[in-house]
């Protein structure tokens, strides 16, 4: 068994009339890890019914709603009725029936995700009381163990054809929807909390190649350091420090396979003190010395995680 493949689940249920005159019904559920330095895409064996045939890089329009919930990691999402938001870990965003959207985990962070697919007419019923808008689809509800614990509830039972009752899992379905908008109106204060991360995480890369002392840079963000952490670490999964390094880290690789320049040399523009410290660090997170990475000849999807 391989403790490091990254886990993935997907179930697709066949839907008949007595699920769609219960008003609203699963069509799909599951979980994935997408690893850092891995590249997404969506899940090929998606029945048409689900999805358009649109290229996933133009975006997607699904038949009915779904909700994704990101619990680690980072990443980006858009659609035809919103602009571009940041995901953290600690989002949800719910997908609406013909609204062209598109996200993705940060290439150098990956992402933790859970989902469920689903229709009927009561979530239309809650689109039209304004519940829910396609231009609001975004929510900051945080971690949540109770959020969590509903979405394993819903995947388990769908392990097993038997198990699957759409009544119950319509009960489930609105749970999940009453859960969405409880915590997100507790969780209001935390999207200023995000745009902050967003800048600070744009501000890294544009400095990938400085050094930054991480007080000073919270100061000119106008937040102590101590509490820029703690926001930072809840919404990446990481400190500031090893995001930083991770960046740093990724980009030395990039410059190893270019194989433009020397280790000295990377060093030096990634403002690493020498080249031995150096070469320490990068030996600390990926196990190997620059020089024996590059001459594994694996280098392909093998990004770090802190």
Known sequence: MNLNKPFFYCKYLQTEAFDIDWQVYLTSAGRQEVLPGSLYSIHKEIPSSEFSSAPWAEGQILDGYSLVYVTKGSGKFISDAQGLEGIGAGTMFLLFPGVRHWYTPDYFTGWHEYWICFNGNYPGLLVENKYFSPDKAVFNVGLSEEIVGKFHQVIESTRKDSDIFQPKLGASIIDLLALLLDK????????????????????????????????????????????????????????????????????????????????????????FENQYYFSRIFKSKTGYSPTNWLNRGEMSNDFISA
């Open 184 to 271: 997100s109106r507790e969780n209001r204060q935390n999207s200023k909390e995000l745009d902050f991360v967003e800048k600070a995480k744009f501000l890294f890369e544009e400095n990938i190649f400085n050094s930054i002392d991480m007080h000073a840079f919270a100061g000119n963000l106008g937040m102590e350091y101590a509490r820029f952490r703690k926001i930072f670490k809840t919404y990446t999964g990481y400190s500031p420090y090893q995001y930083f390094l991770i960046l740093k880290i990724n980009k030395a690789k990039q410059l190893l396979i270019d194989r433009k320049y020397a280790i000295k040399e990377i060093a030096y523009q990634l403002s």
